[in-house]
């Protein structure tokens, strides 16, 4: 009987302890359906034009207890590009922005992730849009957790961040149209 009791401290022990331990890095994919990127520019010096891209895909690597063994990786089809106008649309495709057909992918690796408070992440990766490489800094937030119908478990994230399009080699329409472009990406990805 003490055997069996010597036991089952031991059991209770090794639980707690793994209990105790911090949680493994975890891999979730991009959700391209529930993820949205945004874009807006400045017209004329007058309005705000929006867009998007209905493409992107990656993947999120999640250490709530060390979050510099985070990061995130991002695909963006540039061809996806949608701002409700077919010939603008296809405009920013050519040459004179995208330039789709030579560079059809734009992407986002991080380098760097470090924690600014309990739901917020600062993170430091490099952007390439048109085959130009740039470095970007932007707080990321948490904005929940969740099960989809499938029982997956999902994470979201949310930020907001400023480039410059000329220090990507796209001058069309300089100064006319916007030089800064606010970019807003909300993220679901799944485990």
Do not use: C
């Amino acid at each position: 009987m003490f055997a069996r009791a010597k036991h089952l401290v031991a059991g209770a022990v090794a639980a707690v302890v793994l209990w105790a331990l911090p949680a493994a890095a975890q891999t979730y994919t991009i959700d391209p359906v529930h993820t949205s990127l945004v874009f807006r520019v400045k017209h004329m010096n007058a309005a705000y034009v929006y867009g998007m891209f209905r493409q992107v895909s990656g993947t999120v690597v999640v250490d709530e207890a060390n979050p510099a063994r985070s990061s995130i990786n991002i695909e963006v089809d540039a061809n996806s590009v949608f701002t409700a106008n077919e010939q603008r649309d296809n405009h920013l495709r050519s040459p004179d922005f995208f330039n789709t057909r030579q560079f059809p992918t734009i992407t986002f690796r991080s380098t760097q992730v470090r924690r600014v408070n309990a739901n917020t992440v600062q993170v430091t990766g490099n952007l390439t849009i048109r085959g130009v490489t740039r470095p970007v800094t932007a707080n990321v937030v948490m904005t929940g957790k969740g099960k989809s119908p499938q029982g997956k478990d999902l994470v979201g994230f949310e930020t907001t961040f400023d480039i410059k399009r000329s220090d990507f080699g796209i001058r069309y329409g300089l100064p006319g149209l916007g030089d800064d472009v606010r970019v807003i990406l909300s993220v679901e990805a799944a485990k």
